[in-house]
């Protein structure tokens, strides 16, 4: 009877609250303006997103054109299911009595002013008839130009009810034509950008995989408003998904050309049980407009990061030489200090001992078997991590280590001791995946053991410096012994247990670094970063290939937070070649020194040593794309030091074609103001720089508008130009 009551006197006040006025909420950063308001019917609608106006009260003069919008056509913050919405829903239910409707009205909101920079706006909807509440999030972030919106879904029905959407945001826009471009690939192959043309109807992107969620498609994405997304000129809306499991984009273009963009979980095979009482809390969308092209909008959101996102953003990051390539699973403690020794010998900060080193029943000597078993082989390593640790910090150099305690090979002793705390159906025949299967980490007995591997090795190892966290498996075989009958939640809850498991080792052991792996780039997302200062991109380490990948994830993350590695892989490319492609992202090694001839290792110390000189540029400046790799046989970018005092050009000629017509490359976001010193650094021992990168001084304006000849017609050739700010 009282929560009758309470639906009727809410419902009154709806009816008064639309009758005497409405409601403007403007969330809005130094640039841009998202504007929602209250229409006749109580509900909310998007007014406007774009550019932010000089004078905000001039929002109002949109207003009128909104008193129409109470059909299926109107632009709802929150369009749900069921009733006169036309098109694809953020919302959708299944009440206790059946009903698939639900009607959203604005109850209140407000604003909290968290930092200078900083701005919450929270507003609370409501179902009239049913006691259904969702609260809209959007955290304004002015200086860096971004948006982040998540939503909160809650009820106080009498049993749990079914909601089949949950969206995290649902922007609108009209123009005369949109283009998107996605990241897709697979594995050694991710992150390939393609641009396509929205037309009437839905595209869809997204996964189902689970775990390894973006093993083919990228959760993130660029839409050019009114033209093809460009670098440097026009309207894009760039956006992502802070979500480590299955996430859905919908891009929907209506009868009257508008456009519609959905982001979220993917709500495939998940129509989530929720519980009176509880609530649901999305995944923050993360997204930036601008007005200058996809350039201005990966500055933004790289700046945005390393300020608010990533792991120790704005701190350091450790150089490394990984061990695989080199031994893969066949070492002992005898090779193993020798790799530390040619650790210290490159300068390198870190030695990161790899997969291989774990298992005694079924010693880790291949993929098949011993994966779960997290104690040291005792025949490869008789004295276990802590003589490793011990022996590194002996030599010089600090120690790492590969863990992927997500995953099971069958032949183990954790699965013959506890299959319950696997993901598997019952009554079918298994499928493997990399020979292994995923632990069921919606089970806290699960959480608990994943907890303990990270605790365990810190606890024995107080130097353990640093995790290369693995996860190569796709969620498959599809049930969950531990939540029964609730088989539709395992996919969101498989990464809330993740989350949990990493807010214990954050809160535990803040400081450790850890790289995000999963076989290459099957998780790239913001909300993993939160808890791991860098992901591995791919595990094509070919430096061809991983020009045009970092170029794919440059776009939405700042290099400090993608890991690239120099390896053996590609042998027509030279050791500087690979060094140099390296040198953009967060440098390491996985290669054998030895066979390196002496020339080639006395360039990768000298590398390393460039590399810790010029890392405050690298890691905290402003980075430009000069030259897609897309559109040539060259590539180009640099980086500009936030005072404008220094900047790094790297320049690629991948194969360039024979007689090739060159020409120079404009430089951007220097002072034009400046003169700048230009030369070139990196080069093989004995190398000379051409003439014009041997301390040269230009104007920035020169450099802008003229540019520099940094590119020649040999295969696999590169260079790297200093630019230095002179009185």
């Known amino acids: 009877m009282r929560k009758k009551l309470f639906s009727i006197l809410f419902a009154l006040s709806v009816v008064a609250h639309v009758k005497g006025w409405s409601e403007t909420i403007r969330i809005t950063t130094n640039e841009t303006a998202l504007v929602l308001q209250t229409a006749q019917n109580g509900r909310l609608y998007q007014l406007y997103l774009g550019p932010r106006l000089a004078d905000g009260e001039e929002y109002a003069r949109l207003s009128p054109a909104l008193k129409s919008k109470t059909d299926g056509q109107a632009w709802e913050a929150y369009a749900v299911s069921g009733t006169e919405t036309f098109f694809e829903p953020a919302f959708g239910i299944r009440h206790n009595d059946g009903?698939?409707?639900?009607?959203?009205?604005?109850?209140?909101?407000?604003?909290?002013?968290?930092?200078?920079?900083?701005?919450?706006?929270?507003?609370?909807?409501?179902?009239?008839?049913?006691?259904?509440?969702?609260?809209l999030h959007y955290q304004a972030f002015a200086k860096e130009n971004v948006i982040k919106s998540w939503t909160e879904i809650s009820h106080?029905?009498?049993?749990?009810?079914?909601?089949?959407?949950?969206?995290?945001?649902?922007?609108?826009?009209?123009?005369?034509?949109?283009?998107?471009?996605?990241?897709?690939g697979d594995w050694a192959h991710e992150a390939n950008m393609s641009t396509t043309q929205l037309t009437f109807g839905k595209k869809e992107v997204d996964t189902k995989l689970g775990s390894r969620a973006d093993l083919h498609v990228s959760p993130f994405f660029t839409v050019g408003l009114g033209s093809t997304p460009r670098e440097t000129e026009g309207q894009v809306l760039m956006g992502t998904l802070a979500w480590t499991g299955n996430f859905r984009f919908t891009f929907e273009v209506d009868n009257e050309n508008g456009l519609r963009v959905i982001s979220g979980i993917n709500?495939?095979?998940?129509?989530?049980?929720?519980?009176?009482?509880?609530?649901?809390?999305?995944?923050?969308?993360?997204?930036?407009?601008?007005?200058?092209?996809t350039g201005k909008g990966s500055r933004d959101l790289q700046r945005w990061a390393r300020e608010y996102q990533l792991k120790d953003g704005n701190g350091d990051r450790m150089t490394l030489l990984n061990n695989w390539e080199s031994t893969g699973f066949d070492f002992n403690e005898t090779k193993l200090d020798s790799c530390m020794q040619e650790a210290k010998f490159l300068g390198v900060d870190m030695f990161l001992l790899d997969d291989g080193w774990f298992a005694n029943k079924y010693p880790r000597e291949s993929d098949h078997q011993g994966l779960g078993d997290w104690q040291p082989t005792k025949e490869k390593l008789p004295n276990g991590v802590p003589a490793l640790v011990k022996y590194a910090g002996q030599t010089g150099v600090k120690f790492g280590i590969w863990i992927e305690p997500e995953m099971v090979n069958p032949k183990s002793e954790l699965f013959e001791k506890h299959p319950d705390w696997v993901i598997m159906l019952p009554n079918r025949e298994r499928y493997y995946y990399r020979n292994q299967l995923v632990l069921d980490l919606s089970n806290p007995a699960v959480q608990e053991h994943v907890f303990g591997v990270v605790d365990h090795l810190l606890t024995e190892n107080p130097q353990l410096a640093y995790f290369k966290w693995d996860c190569n498996s796709p969620i498959t075989n599809i049930y969950s012994p531990y939540l029964k009958d609730r088989q539709n939640n395992l996919y969101v809850d498989y990464v809330r247990g993740l989350y949990k498991v990493l807010d214990r080792i954050k809160a535990k052991y803040p400081n450790v670094p850890m790289m995000l792996c999963s076989g290459g780039g099957g998780r790239t997302d913001y909300e993993g970063l939160r808890y791991f200062t860098e992901f591995w991109p791919s595990d094509n380490t070919d430096p061809v290939e991983r020009i045009f990948i970092q170029w794919g994830y440059s776009q939405f993350f700042p290099g400090k937070a993608i890991a690239a590695h120099v390896t053996s892989w590609n042998h027509d490319a030279s050791i500087k070649f690979r060094v140099d492609v390296a040198m953009q992202c967060k440098l390491g090694f996985d290669i054998n020194v030895k066979e390196l001839r002496p020339e080639e290792q006395t360039f990768c110390q000298q590398a390393v040593a460039t590399y810790d000189r010029i890392k405050n540029t690298n890691f905290g400046g402003d980075q430009y794309r000069l030259v897609s790799p897309y559109e040539g046989n060259h590539s180009a970018s640099m980086m500009v030091s936030t005072d404008q005092q220094q900047a790094i050009l790297y320049a690629y000629d991948v194969y360039p074609r024979y007689g090739e017509n060159l020409l120079a490359v404009q430089c951007q976001g220097l002072n034009p103001a400046k003169k700048y010193r230009v030369r070139e650094i990196n080069l093989m021992p004995g190398g000379k720089p051409g003439r014009e990168f041997n301390d040269a001084v230009y104007s920035g304006d020169y450099l802008m508008k003229v540019g520099l000849d940094v590119f020649t017609t040999s295969k696999l050739h590169s260079r790297i130009l200093q630019l230095d700010a002179v009185e």
């Open 267 to 293: 709500p495939y095979a998940s129509d989530y049980v929720l519980d009176p009482g509880k609530v649901f809390t999305t995944p923050a969308f993360i997204f930036t407009y601008s007005e200058h092209g």
């Open 156 to 184: 106080n029905e009498k049993q749990a009810v079914s909601i089949n959407r949950y969206a995290s945001s649902m922007l609108y826009w009209k123009r005369s034509q949109y283009f998107l471009t996605e990241f897709s």
């Open 99 to 135: 009903n698939m409707t639900t009607v959203l009205q604005y109850v209140s909101h407000n604003v909290q002013k968290i930092s200078d920079d900083v701005t919450e706006t929270v507003i609370s909807l409501r179902d009239a008839l049913y006691p259904v509440q969702v609260k």
